[in-house]
């Protein structure tokens, strides 16, 4: 059988780094970490570009739009593309990927590592491995290879800083998983609707915000007044905030009336939130907000990133948001 031809992207974090002496640091590129991989050139044709040395904390929009670039042009000579990366804000990179990359019709898998690759007790080969495994087994679209689980990139949470399992696949099934038997494949290939496309425009003017009780509603006003133009607020459960005494959603009305798209999302990980069930959320739906349904919080925040870098009209954000793009929204909670 001939070898599928798997481009690898290194950009830098645990999975490539060494003690520096002021912490691990990432130094070794492709070469060094194909080094540990004996097995891989047997099965794989392997293209390989060092694009960047970073711990994954200091990936940011610019680094996004440079990763995207290298996966377009590499993607018509190759069957798949790996990319390893940090894993501390990989959820973020591989949901930002699902975005930018429309209509995608190969495997881009993103793996890292919680132990670096030249320690003997190493995650770092089992997961590329994996990567490898599903970038040339066509499970089409952008996801994340860890712990020998195949999840989706924009259903992907980091939710351990140290144990190996991760990430988890959140409000969805796993895309495939490493068993006795090999890979095993859960889903059919997402059919793009169209001819893939790079849309790498963005904009950082999105602001996170966590409510805790008693949140003071003036702080809307402040991020008005620096020119945020998207706000994802992790409300409570269902999407619930308050408006007694301290009134969030006079705040609210005054930001969606200047244009501000404001998306909530729930705090809570698991299962969708849902505006219409009480009474804090309907209100809030009447405020003009934008419900974030069973996003995670990475999801809808690079959503609003990417949706703001391709419109300025709020109309047409909401209907970005009313979309499901890549799979970060379920059938169900449309
Ligand atoms: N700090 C590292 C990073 O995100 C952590 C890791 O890769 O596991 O780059």
Known sequence: MEKKKILLITTGGTIASKNSGDGLAPEMGSKQLLDYMEALPEHYDIDVEDLMSLDSSNIQAEEWQTI??????????????????GTDTMAYTASMLCYMLRDLDKPVVITGSQVPIDNMLTDARDNLYTAFAAAGSGINGVSIAFNRKIIRGCRAVKVRTMGFEAFESVNAGLLGEVYGDGLRKYVQDRRPNGIFELKDSLSTDVFLLKLI??????????????????IVIEAFGLGG????RRNLLDALERLTSEGVSVVVVSQCLYDASDLRFYEVGTKLLSCGVISG??????????????????????????????TDLAGEIAADAL
């Open 68 to 85: 995207a670039r290298a996966v377009a042009a590499g993607l018509d000579d190759h069957d798949g593309i790996v990319i390893t990366h």
């Open 213 to 230: 009780p008693s949140t003071k509603p003036e702080i809307f006003d402040t991020l008005r007044r620096m020119n945020y133009r998207g």
């Open 241 to 244: 905030m308050h408006f007694i």
């Open 293 to 322: 349904r069973d996003m995670t919080t990475e999801a809808a925040v690079t959503k609003l990133m990417w949706a703001l870098g391709q419109t300025d009209d709020p109309k047409r954000i909401r209907k970005i948001f009313e």
